[in-house]
C-alpha cells in the first residue's frame, strides 16, 4: 500500500515558479510517478511522469517549464515549476502505480495510488 501526499501548492504571479512535492509512505522506488492536473470545468490530463528507472516525460505545454524529479532516500517525487502561466491554474495530483520499466502510463486509469491534490493558481 502506498499513501501519496502532495503539498507545495499555492498562488503565484505569471512567470514565477512553485516547487510540489509527493511525499509516499511505503516503499516507491519501484514505482512510476506522475503529475496530473484538472482545471474548473476541465478534463484531468497528464502533465509529466517519472519512470522507476528514472525516465521522464513531458505534455508539450509544459516542456521547458516543468521539471520532475525523484529522491528515493526521501520516497519523494517533486515537480518543479516555472514560467508559470494562467492557463496552469488547476488542482495538482500526484499518481503512482508499478513500473520496472521505463514505461509511464498517460491515462489517469492505469495508476493505482492517488494523492488528494494540491490548488496551484497563476494570476495573470
Known amino acids: 500500500q502506498v499513501h501519496l501526499v502532495e503539498s507545495g501548492g499555492g498562488l503565484v504571479q505569471s512567470g514565477g515558479s512553485l516547487r510540489l512535492s509527493c511525499a509516499a509512505s511505503g516503499f516507491y522506488s519501484s514505482y512510476a510517478v506522475a503529475w496530473f492536473r484538472q482545471a474548473p470545468g476541465k478534463e484531468r490530463e497528464f502533465v509529466v511522469g517519472?519512470?522507476?528507472?528514472?525516465?521522464?516525460y513531458y505534455t508539450d505545454s509544459v516542456k521547458g517549464r516543468f521539471t520532475i524529479s525523484r529522491d528515493n532516500s526521501k520516497n519523494t517525487v517533486y515537480l518543479q515549476m516555472s514560467s508559470l502561466k494562467p492557463e496552469d491554474t488547476a488542482d495538482y495530483y500526484c499518481?503512482?502505480?508499478?513500473?520496472?520499466?521505463?514505461?509511464?502510463?498517460?491515462?489517469?486509469?492505469?495508476?493505482?495510488?492517488w494523492g488528494q491534490g494540491t490548488q496551484v493558481t497563476v494570476s495573470s
Open positions: 517519472i519512470s522507476g528507472t528514472g525516465s521522464t
Open positions: 499518481a503512482a502505480a508499478f513500473s520496472s520499466s521505463d514505461y509511464v502510463a498517460e491515462f489517469g486509469g492505469e495508476y493505482v495510488y
